[in-house]
């Protein structure tokens, strides 16, 4: 289960999606989020897909990779998907029984959270996939920059965050590891109910919360060693230029956005909204 996790994984692919400068992929991952809303209907998710696949396939990175990124959530997805199924209120009932009922209306709102949460969960992993985490800082530190002159620590916040994805996929190592370990010393993960398993992982957690303050320690004494002094007259060796490549993918960007919004309205007037 820990293997099929990959959120903060970076792959150094030469691909014109990671070529993008850092700032566009961030814009254009929290549009891709909000405009995954917007799609409610076929024609919108076909939309999404199709532009996702093209992402994925420009990326050079496997499509069952980016597949793979939902994996750990697909229990969310499942349990979100069957509270929409029963809990949702409609006229045409499908089927009934006792106090659970399934109408068309539940059925086309399970159906909808479903597909959203794995386009979101997609999406949003390329930017991680396609982006390295210096780049990635960078990025985020120029966006928030703005902000700084209110007093928003821009530098500090791109920085804890960076860190924070970039330490995922080396906590889930090391977790692997500490269970592979207890369990050449006996310990069983998999029996018993759901108490015994979580009494279980207390071997686990304990090392696991030792290693990361240990992890923490050594890049802050590492940080300090080379006279880290946060943002302040910082410079980057790479200064973020937006190039034609990027006016490329700012042009694709508006007019997929565009496809979406147009499509909503389509439905909305269909529908006689």
């Not at 293997?3 to 030469?14: R, S, W």
Request: charge should be positive.
């Amino acid at each position: 289960m820990l293997k099929d996790i990959t959120l903060g994984q970076f792959f150094p692919l030469d691909s014109p999606i990671h070529k993008l400068d850092p700032r566009l992929k961030i814009m254009f991952t929290l549009a891709f989020i909000v405009l995954v809303f917007f799609a409610d209907s076929i024609p919108g998710y076909l939309a999404v897909m199709l532009f996702l696949g093209i992402t994925v396939k420009l990326s050079k990175i496997k499509f069952r990779i980016v597949l793979k990124s939902a994996k750990p959530l697909l229990f969310i997805i499942i349990f979100t998907s069957i509270i929409n199924l029963f809990f949702t209120g409609g006229e045409n009932v499908v089927f009934q029984w006792k106090f659970l009922k399934i109408t068309e209306t539940g059925i086309v709102n399970a159906v909808n959270m479903a597909l959203r949460l794995l386009f979101l969960v997609m999406g949003s992993s390329l930017l991680t996939y396609t982006t390295s985490p210096i780049m990635l800082t960078d990025g985020i530190e120029r966006l928030l920059s703005p902000f700084a002159k209110i007093g928003l620590p821009a530098h500090e916040l791109a920085m804890m965050m960076t860190i924070a994805l970039r330490f995922i996929p080396t906590l889930l190592e090391e977790t692997e590891k500490i269970i592979m370990a207890q369990k050449a010393r006996g310990a069983d993960f998999e029996s018993g109910n759901i108490f015994k398993k979580a009494k279980a992982l207390i071997p686990v957690l304990v090392p696991l919360f030792i290693s990361s303050f240990r992890r923490a320690d050594e890049l802050a004494t590492a940080m300090e060693c080379r006279c880290y002094r946060g943002g302040k007259n910082r410079t980057s060796m790479k200064q973020l230029k937006i190039c034609g490549i990027d006016w490329v993918a700012l042009a694709v960007m508006i007019v997929f956005t565009a496809c979406i919004v147009l499509i909503d309205i389509f439905n909305l007037n269909i529908m006689g909204y």
